[in-house]
């Protein structure tokens, strides 16, 4: 008998999609101290663009301190990596994106991934490596985590970075940028000058036409 503990179980926030029937699904992955809720806002910006999509924006498994009503993929104390930090958050995810594609009768080619911050460092790490290939990875103010494993698949990328982000700074950006192109990932980069931590129109534009033509 397995003495493993159960997963914690993710839930959050959904749109449906405007058609009434989902032929896609794109699931939002927060950053650290947010919630589902705060990222779900970004769907009304593309919901009438992918008609077919379902959206849905689960809130991290665990509370955040000292952010009353944020949740945390993983924690940054306690000595532990960021590289830790995605590999123990990864079953987490990866759990619920399985049971969210049965629940919609989709597989993976019909999956995007949008992720800000933490949600980001999570999407990029969790996407390439499904054993089946998703439609794409939207990474928005986030970071590439070296974890030392190489990606199982390639699915195309978009990363848009800020600046002036302070917590995430734009040499994360950079770094991604030139080890996602050196491992052979379609790769799409936005950097908007003078935007700190957040996603400005020019994020959201990109993704929706991203997200539109890897969905079609």
């Not at 749109?15 to 809720?37: D, E």
């Not at 491992?183 to 993704?207: N, Q, Y």
């Amino acid at each position: 008998m397995s003495t493993d503990a159960p997963l914690p179980a993710l839930d959050g926030p959904r749109v449906p999609p405007l058609s009434g029937t989902a032929r896609s699904l794109v699931i939002l992955a927060h950053g650290y101290g947010s919630n589902g809720a705060d990222l779900i806002g970004l769907v009304p910006h593309w919901r009438e663009a992918l008609a077919d999509t379902a959206f849905v924006s689960p809130n991290a498994p665990y509370d955040c301190p000292g952010a009353p009503g944020g949740f945390q993929w993983w924690g940054f104390g306690a000595g532990g990596t960021r590289s830790d930090g995605v590999k123990s958050a990864a079953p987490i995810l990866d759990a619920f994106i399985d049971a969210e594609l049965a629940r919609l009768g989709l597989g993976d080619d019909r999956l995007a991934l949008v992720g800000f911050s933490q949600g980001t460092m999570l999407s990029l790490y969790v996407g390439p490596r499904r054993e089946r290939q998703i439609a794409g990875i939207v990474g928005l103010s986030g970071a590439l985590i070296d974890t030392g494993e190489a990606p199982r698949t390639r699915p195309p990328i978009l990363l848009v970075h800020g600046d002036e982000d302070p917590m995430v700074p734009i040499d994360a950006f950079y770094r991604a940028k030139e080890t996602l192109e050196r491992e052979g990932f379609e790769l799409t980069t936005h950097v908007s000058p003078g935007l700190g931590h957040g996603v400005d129109l020019a994020g959201l534009t990109l993704g929706k036409r991203f997200l539109s033509r890897v969905l079609a």
